[in-house]
């Protein structure tokens, strides 16, 4: 690991090391409230299996809740967290508040290294990016790798500080540090950025705003409508099909966890950080419905125990307000002229997105779109569903556009 641990001799903000160890004494505590929580009655609703089309199963809730009470081993999540070098960034804001910024990372020894930052969303971490991280490690030495790869938290998730208690806070807030971040990691002369989710809106405000942003890959476009001028024709007929069925879905039966999200933070957000019963049942039911094969158990328990350890629900779903299905909700970025420009963009398509955009759609919004890739297997969690054809569409991106950029 301390190979890849050398922050650039040129990074302005201050840099600790971190390590994730969370005490006995909050392990025995979530181990007992699970023990004390009784899992709902079963219902007519909770005995369907075959479809989720009412939410999580009894017989999944109970399976997990067993499993995480007696055999889950969170031990052996933070020594695979630590075998990569995990960093705290003090980042001073434009009104002189200090946020501490979370990130693992692989610092290469190149001098003309390309630095990407990979960007999460919600219910997701930087454990997204560990695998990906793990795939660049395994072919490249810190002389040989080509690339700074940086996997932030965001501001408000798991092991990042939360926004201020006496402002509002939204996607620009969330914008404006990262690329002060960059900056403050010595990039400020050019960096490249990977998101998913709230990730991609995130960086979609960046390559729009901030002129060090010169090239975004997304594997998530969701716009709020058709935009004028697409062509139906040029739709493939997986397009139409995930249109027809994963977006068709999610915006019938999909989207009510994001109206409460968006109308109804605070109440939610209680609710949640009382029972880590309640965040298995409200958090797994979207690695179960997002994702195109349902990762392992302990791979959504990880996520949560995250979650539930840094308490971290409450303070990271204030994005929904700004997109919430109600009047005055914004645009959605990838949806906004403002955004749009001719930098260089690549978008990895995947049929079980819950909101799987046709390619017509970016090209329709005058995006640069020098590389598309429409993939037969993966969902939403893109990067942690499929690192291998990720990796492999941003070296193929970076390669195709060149660097550095101007």
Known sequence: MAEYDNVPSRASVKVDKF?????????SDLKTLLRLSPLAPETYENLH?????FGVSYEWMKKAKEHWLNKYDWRKVETYNNSFPNYIAHVKDDDGETYRMHFAALFSKQENAIPILYMHGWPGSHFEFLDILNLYRKKYSPEELPYHVIAATLPGWTLSSGPP??????????????????????????????????????????????????????NFAAQNEMPPGVDESQFTEAEKHAMETRAKAFYTTGIGYAKEHGTRPATIGFALSASPL????????????????????DQILDSISLYWFTQSFARCIYTYREYSAVPGGRVLPHSDPKY???????????????????KAWAVAQDMNLVLFRQHEVGGHFAVMEQPEEMMQDMEDFLQKIGWPLK
């Open 19 to 27: 390590e994730l160890s969370i005490p006995d004494e909050q392990i």
């Open 340 to 358: 749009n420009n001719r930098k260089p963009i690549a978008w990895s398509w995947y049929p079980k997105e819950v909101f799987p955009v046709p």
């Open 278 to 297: 309640s965040l298995l049942a409200w958090i797994g039911e979207k690695f179960i419905e997002w994702t195109d094969v349902t990762p392992p158990l």
């Open 165 to 218: 208690l006496t402002r509002d806070f939204d996607t620009l807030d969330v914008a404006r540090l990262m690329n002060k971040l960059m900056h403050g990691l010595g990039f400020g002369s050019g960096y490249v950025i990977q998101g998913g989710d709230i990730g991609s809106f995130t960086g979609k405000v960046m390559i729009g705003v901030y002129d060090e942003c010169k090239a975004a890959h997304f």
């Open 49 to 53: 299996t075959d479809d989720g089309k």
